[in-house]
């Protein structure tokens, strides 16, 4: 069976982060189901460049961000989990506060209250204590928060590096096969 994952894009900086995380996915053999905020659709273009939205849509399927009637804004719909990347303040101070004003956030919730893996690569610095709380009041509901931060001990050598180590890590903790992120040897 196919797992079904669903792949919200905000408008965070590190966009390189949702293009790894769906050739993770696709590599996998997930069926990818995406939602990209408009600020997230600038932030691909400008950091990824101008068909980064197409090589994304190309690994999926692209849901309006305001069809809160699509499939995956309801529980019944068989989704093995969510990943958020990158996940942008705004994002998680909906998640957080069950604002479900789109169909990002509203999936992201969907993940919570079906008690699914839901993984947010939260991305801000530094943080104000309303972040922090909100990171906190998402750990409480069964979220993770993944801050997309480089394992300096695995010694990477370019960004490309960095950026797929992330992916990977946030792809394993959906728990879909076994890990593939590169670990620690001591």
Not at 37 to 64: F, I, K, N, V, Y
Not at 67 to 83: D, F
Request: aromatic share 2%; proline share 6%; with cysteine.
């Amino acid at each position: 069976m196919t797992a079904r994952v669903v792949l919200g894009v905000a408008g965070a900086s590190g966009a390189a982060l949702a293009l790894a995380c769906a050739r993770r996915l696709s590599g996998l053999g997930a069926q990818i189901d995406l939602v990209v905020s408009a600020a997230a659709e600038r932030t691909l273009a400008e950091e990824c460049g101008p068909g980064a939205l197409d090589q994304l849509t190309a690994m999926g399927t692209l849901h309006a961000r305001g069809n809160i009637g699509a499939t995956i804004a309801s529980g019944s719909a068989p989704v093995a989990g969510m990943i958020v990347a990158p996940c942008s303040m705004r994002s998680l101070a909906a998640i957080a506060n069950g604002l479900d004003d789109n169909l990002l956030t509203r999936a992201a919730g969907v993940q919570l209250k079906e008690r699914r893996p839901l993984v947010l690569l939260t991305r801000e610095a530094p943080l104000t204590l309303a972040h922090l709380r909100n990171m906190t009041a998402v750990t409480e509901m069964g979220g993770i928060i993944l801050p997309p931060v480089p394992a300096f001990y695995l010694h990477p050598d370019s960004l490309d590096a960095v950026i797929d180590q992330i992916a990977a890590r946030a792809v394993d903790l959906l728990r879909l096969a076994p890990p593939v992120a590169r670990d620690w040897q001591g």
